[in-house]
């Protein structure tokens, strides 16, 4: 991975120009003839120059550091080839074109330089324009270059590169190392080695980011800094520098990595609270792949894995004429998930782009995204704690693989409020989490001036969001977790209250029984050797069918001018700009309801029935294991955000080695919520529904009251850099930023505050590259709703402050050719202040450490390279500390470490096969508790809920490029 303080790059930069010769024989002579372009500039230093030539000239260019520095260029005004224009632009100076395919420059000072790229070249100037990268919002950035999908370092590649960085930065012209942001970047060899089994894993190369990646492929949890976990408030997951949503949260459900992804670029605090909405702790900046102007490229490549996902992803790019170009790519997938199913999930997603550069610099770019998507989701089941506190799994659910939703989820009706427009709403397991998303999206960047560039984007997204998800444990917690000797009798069952109504409703029964819902078989209660045998257990549980709509529409849109200038021995950007959103949801979260089922992998639901003195059923109590309807969840509500920002950053560089930032973000943002009103008498259910539950329980009455808010907060940052050498480099930061809330049930909220110090140090030589960051964090009334345990119709709000000091490591080691070794990690101690439960001092809590957030996190690569471009072999170790399931710190879940071993092969210039194999040593880990047993969670009985890791698994690729 491309690390903070300048790790090569080579693999990133050089590999586009020297891959990119290799995907067809005569690459470079099949280019379409030399267009020639208008160039209108004032003689300049070369590091400034370059930069602004590559603008203008749509290439990306390479050149030692030593060769630029002190360099003069002479101007150019005129209509020239590129080519042409670049020779005659550095005639004046000592540097001279060693190489040239048409996309890409090699610059060197020394007339006998070999043609590649020696140790200490930098990317000085990106195609298309600089900066190189779409960035974050504010940072009116254009394209990348267009590296091939699967593209592998060029053998002997270079040690210290530093690369023109954009996520946290707005001048296109600073590097990682001079950077006064903590940014890290990952190019698709660093994802592709990764092998990510959701977007969300993507996350994990990024230090101090805690993922929860237990839900499946989507809507995962992930935090940073020491930031609860358990949710996705304060980081804003974009694409091409525009958050995927607005108020961030559930982001990684409407966008997901594929081959359209060249690299991603995030940045912790500084700039991130300024640069975007609701990025105060990070922004996760994933790069597309933009249009090749140079010849057709494509790709495609196929994925499997041990546990039945198959995939195809592909890529196609050409240009139409000398300055139109087109792309279109996406992938489709077919998968059971990660654990035990007996359903199939299908996905497809496609992207298409059609870039307009324009003569003397400047681009407009369509860009149009689709995508229909099922997955599997996994909450919590039970787990086992024996005696001397180890975590294991119940018999019969193995935690590594075991999935509690079986066939008898497929589809149940469950009674609802007709005021939502159906009297009964189906739940379906089978269709999973199913996402629609549709955008359309336009980017443009215009220079007015040699130094000042206009920019805006805007993008509409429409989605329709369907969770079918299964809850065990949920509502009833492990109170609903027993015997189902125990459930079937009236004086000890967690259900004694609905067999006391069934003792009414049906005159002369004599015991109870369970009847399998799918098969029809009945178990009565006087039968407690089967009972007690059942799955090899016993167990039954309460498991709760979670069924929530969504219909988003998501308006965005980023504008502003950047203003360059040079004066001397002070260079400074400027960056002016303004963002509007609008926000249009409509949450539907009624008819959720309460079954019993038992306790093992596809649990089977059961119907509580009657049984008279012969043992035959005089009736049924529950409808298809059902025994309550909405009482758990958040209803119905309508919400609209309009949010208006105002913002600037400035970087200034004073000399050659003091980089001073600063920045602001001023936002004004608006909130209606129409709250469904509670009918005074829940409703009947409708005629003929089994069981003897008489009312859909909490009744949407038809009918909103509307709550309405006007909010304003301010994000500040400001920074510096100071290069003490050449190998060593200084910088803080001091960044506040805040993140807003939209509407919900419980009204509208006031934006919670971040506010974050930190500083460090940077080495880099030709073979090692490190960082050291220390920082403190202060989170103010961080907001997020649970389930209350004592009533689960009702979404207790709860507000909390929590402070984190810690370090932040990040290094690369490449002591010989053939050998690396690269390693990330944080240690932090976060502390809860303040916490609060529906306005109410929770002083029981203070200084505990928030809930699922570790102390410790880091992870260790080392890295055989295989000789000739063959490719690497790697090992990686991530260990994951003790985290604590509840905000009480009652249940504590252990440390653990996974290994992953992996290569990456060129069996041809064109072919790339790559291995990963997950939990090599099939370790148990857990993640969380049972978030919705409350704050203060226990182990009871010897069980508890929670979610654990897959086990050891596969996955297996090829890309090929065409």
Known sequence: MMRLSGTPVFGLVSATALAMASLAPGAAQAQAPAARRSFNMAPQPADKGLVRFAQQAGIQILAPATATRGAQ???????????????????????????????????????????????????????????????????????????????????EAPAPMEEIIVTGNTSGRRTVFTSSSNVTLANTADIQRKAPRSTADVLELVPGVFVEGTAGPVSNNYSVRGLRGGGQTFIALEEDGMPILYGGAGADIYFQNDITIDRVEAVEGGTSGVLAVNGAAATINFISLKPSFTKPVASVRFTGTTYGDY?????????????????????????????????????????????KRFAGGGFVRLTARRGDEHDPYYADMPFAVSSSGKIGGVPGLDPKYANI?????????????????????????????????????????????????LFARARYLDAYFDFNGIFAGSGAGTAGLASASAYLDPARSPIAGFLGQGLVAFPGTTQFGIRDTRTGRIIPASDTATLNALNGNGLLQQTVLN??????????????????????????????????????????????????????????????VALGANGAPLGQLSNNGMISYGNWGQGVFKDEVTSVSGYFNDELKIGTRLHVDFGARYERQHVRVDIGDTAPVNQPVPAGTPGIVADVGSTFAGTYTRQSATYD????????????????????RYARGFQTFGGDTGGTHKPSDLTLYEGGVRFQSRYLSASVIGFRTIFKNQSYQFINPDNPAVQANALANNKTSGVQFDASLKPVSFFSLTGQGVYQDPKLNNLRFDGVAQPQYEGNTPERTPKLLFTLTPAVILPDN???IYLRYKHIGKIY??????????????????????????????????????????????????????????????????????????????
């Not at 069924?547 to 040079?566: E, I, L, N, Y």
């Not at 096969?913 to 857990?926: A, H, I, K, P």
């Open 73 to 155: 260029l002479g101007g150019l005004r005129g209509q020239f080839t590129v080519e042409e224009g670049l020779r005659r632009l550095i005639a004046p100076s000592r540097l001279h074109l060693v190489s040239f395919d048409g996309r890409t420059a090699v610059l060197t000072g020394d007339d006998s330089a070999a043609a590649r790229p020696a140790p200490g070249f930098r990317t000085v100037a990106f195609q298309n324009a600089t900066p190189p990268v779409a960035a974050p919002a504010g940072a009116g950035a254009s394209p990348a270059p267009t590296s091939p999908p699967g593209a592998e370092p060029a053998a």
């Open 311 to 355: 995939r195809a992803d592909g890529y196609f790019s050409a240009p139409l004429t000398d300055s139109l170009a087109f792309s279109l790519g996406g992938y489709v997938d077919s998968t059971r998930g990660v654990r035990s199913s007996p359903f199939i999930y299908n996905t497809y997603h496609v992207k298409a782009m059609l870039e």
């Open 405 to 453: 939703g079986g066939p008898g989820f497929a589809n149940i009706l469950v009674p609802d409020s007709c005021a939502t427009g159906a009297c009964q709403r189906r739940f379906s397991l089978s269709e999973g989490i199913h996402t629609r998303t549709n955008q359309i999206r336009l980017d443009l960047e215009a220079p007015v001036t040699d130094g000042v560039t």
């Open 547 to 608: 069924h929530q709509t969504v219909k988003t529409r998501d308006f965005g849109s980023d504008f502003g001018a950047r203003w360059d200038a040079d004066m001397g021995a002070l260079d400074n950007s400027l960056t002016v700009g303004g963002m509007v959103y609008n926000v249009r949801r409509y949450n539907d979260q009624s008819g959720v309801a309460t079954l019993i089922n038992d306790v093992t992998d596809q649990s089977n639901i059961y119907d509580i």
């Open 713 to 732: 907060d301010w994000a500040a940052t400001a920074g510096v850099n100071y290069t003490l050498t050449d190998n060593i480099a200084l910088y803080a």
């Open 870 to 872: 063959r490719g690497e």
């Open 885 to 962: 399931a509840d905000s009480g710190n009652g249940v504590a879940l252990p440390s653990y470490g996974v290994i992953t071993i992996g290569g990456s092969f060129n069996v041809t210039p064109r072919v790339n096969v790559n291995v990963s194999v997950d939990n090599l040593t099939n370790v148990n880990g857990f993640t969380e508790g049972n978030p919705r047993q409350g704050q203060t969670q226990s182990i009871v009985g010897g069980y508890f809920y929670g979610r654990s890791i897959v086990g050891r698994n596969a996955l297996v690729s090829m890309t090929v490029k065409l």
